[in-house]
């Protein structure tokens, strides 16, 4: 059981550059969600889906676009990186309803430069 | 002020001591409280979690909500050194299906052995 698969684990930009984090859970989850971590700032949510076809912005949305066209992905676009996009991003999965808990899965390390 | 505020640390404490974590928030209508453990490097994973004031136990940790003085705590006993993580209080509103989490920023912690 993979869990949530994110990729790449490292990558680097340049100003300007776009670039779309990858995101796949294979768990039928029904809520899927778009977290950065920055030190000192603890975990901010970007954007989050409660479904296939819906998605919704968090906290800190700016820079940042989603879709969700299938239950298992959640891709994250960078439509033109900032070095304040420079971050570790989570993507976490849940089953809903009632059930809270969250899976995250391993990072993505970005530099913006 | 912060909606949730943790004492990032650096905690240091020898293996087999009481560990004791806390987090304050401000915003009464959190109802669902949770503790995540993030080793390094890795995605946070739910270590806890508890929608009603007073203790909950599992194992070697005990977590502990305080409403009325919008306290939480976790308590490690007998910690190991598999036990140095960083811990990150979570947060949720009550209602619905809402499943959007405040995090503290977490607390770094070593144990020694």
């Known amino acids: 059981n993979a869990g949530v698969t994110q990729t790449p684990k490292f990558q680097v930009l340049k100003t300007g550059q776009s670039m779309t984090l990858q995101c796949a859970q294979d768990m039928n989850h029904e809520y899927m969600s778009w977290y950065r971590q920055d030190p000192g700032m603890g975990l901010r949510l970007i954007h989050y889906s409660v479904g296939a076809g819906i998605t919704d912005q968090g906290e800190v949305p700016n820079g940042y676009n989603v879709s969700r066209s299938t239950t298992e992905d959640f891709p994250l676009r960078l439509l033109s990186a900032a070095p304040s996009q420079t971050s570790v991003y989570f993507c976490?999965?849940?089953?809903?309803?009632?059930?809270?808990?969250?899976?995250f899965g391993s990072g993505t390390q970005l530099s913006v430069l | 002020q912060k909606e949730v505020e943790q004492d990032p640390g650096p905690l240091s404490v020898p293996e087999g001591a009481i560990v004791s974590l806390n987090c304050t928030y401000s915003n009464s209508a959190f109802q669902y409280f949770m503790w995540y453990r993030q080793y390094s490097r890795k995605g946070p994973e739910l270590l806890m979690y508890t929608y009603s004031s007073g203790n909950k136990e599992d194992g070697r940790f005990t977590a502990q909500v305080d409403k009325s003085s919008k306290y939480i705590s976790l308590f490690i006993r007998d910690s190991q050194p598999s036990d140095s993580a960083t811990y990150l209080c979570?947060?949720?509103?009550?209602?619905?299906?809402?499943?959007?989490?405040?995090f503290g920023k977490g607390t770094l912690l070593t144990v020694n052995p």
């Open positions: 979570a947060m949720k509103l009550g209602g619905g299906s809402n499943y959007k989490l405040t």
């Open positions: 976490a999965s849940s089953p809903g309803g009632t059930n809270e808990k969250l899976f």
